[in-house]
């Protein structure tokens, strides 16, 4: 793409972004978010304005605007019913375009607003399904459970990946007609590599997202000492954003740049979504409690092998111990999957037992093809 058809495709957006933002202030009744919307489509107007002067420069003729289909669709959409109802879609968009500019070297100034437009429109869909209704919500216990059973949840599943795989491992190889002994060595093999798969990836993970974290808080501090009225202009929009009034809003942001660390352990927070305290969480820690759970789950039906000495006892024994740690797995489930335990126990056994049967038979008809 050359530079004109650039410059050209980045005034079309801003454009439409401008007139979208101007057809949200038009349909909201709320004076703060009216308020919030007008001073987006302006900030966009301008980026619109910047690109606008490129072309200028380089002698192109700028034909008219006409806002493209979707600005029209979602700008009707939110004066027939309200921003609420086109916000989440516009968060995504934004939150998905925050850093277009940043591969652009001539639009290095662009870059830092369009991630703080992302995290004030954020902010807004955040908080414009507020109601009675979700705060009675998040007061039941029911519903508590949906956000504060994610570590509970990942613990269960770390389990429930080692039982299974390791369960159909070892029915996989017992159905082969494999002596005991062999099972018992494959069974640990599966339970080790298992293991130090789950915990090598979670580690990546976690090192991935805390690299990252420490690149983007840097861009914020190198931001922040660069164009410290932009971005405390950014952040009384996110504070506005959440329901501040404008006048508190800019306030509250004038006196917490007053402390640069302050207010850049703030900007992570509120523009960037991050705890600067703990980046994603220690990819040490994680590795650990990955492979423990993991491994957990894998040595159930690996026990009797160890307690056993005959192959159809083992394998017996094998699918009562795993048809057990199945249930309370499933029962755990219950605890955030809004079943009964029954319910959830069942389908577990059903499950893990069905793709325990289906590979040791495939186990079995490989053994006898290859005996």
Known sequence: MSDVERYQKNL?????????????????????????????????????????????????????????FRTRLLSRLARRFGPRFVLPTIAAAEFSDRNKYSSQPDAHSLSAEERSHAAVVQAVAGGAGNSVGADIARAESWHRGASSGNNLRAAVLGVNDGLVSNFCLIMGVAGAGSSPRTVLLTAFA?????????????????????????TQIGKEAEELEQTPLAEQHELALIFQAKGM????????????????????????????????????????????TSFALFAAGAIVPTVPFLLFTGQMAAVIGSVAFSVLALALVGAFTSL????????????????GCLAAAVTYGAGHILGVSLS
Not at 192 to 211: D, F, P, Q
Not at 261 to 267: E, F, I, N, R, V
Not at 336 to 351: D, E, K, P, Y
């Open 12 to 68: 079309q957006d801003e454009l439409n972004g401008s007139a979208l933002y101007a057809a949200l202030a038009d349909a909201d009744d709320d004076p703060v978010r009216k308020d919030l919307f007008l001073q987006l489509a302006q900030a966009e107007a301008n980026h619109a304005q910047f690109w606008r002067d490129k072309l200028t420069a380089a002698g192109i003729e700028q034909p008219g605007f006409v806002p493209d």
């Open 336 to 351: 955030f999957n809004g079943r009964s335990a029954a319910f959830s126990a069942t389908r577990q056994i059903v499950f």
């Open 245 to 288: 009034p404008k006048e508190d809003a800019q306030r509250v942001a004038s006196s917490v740049m007053q402390d640069k660390k302050g207010a850049l352990d703030t900007l992570a927070r509120e523009e960037l979504g991050l705890d600067p305290a703990e980046l994603g969480g220690n990819p040490r820690s994680a590795a650990g």
């Open 190 to 214: 599966g339970l080790v590599a298992g293991a130090c798969s789950m915990a090598l990836g979670e580690w990546l993970s976690v090192t991935n997202a805390r690299e990252l974290a420490q």
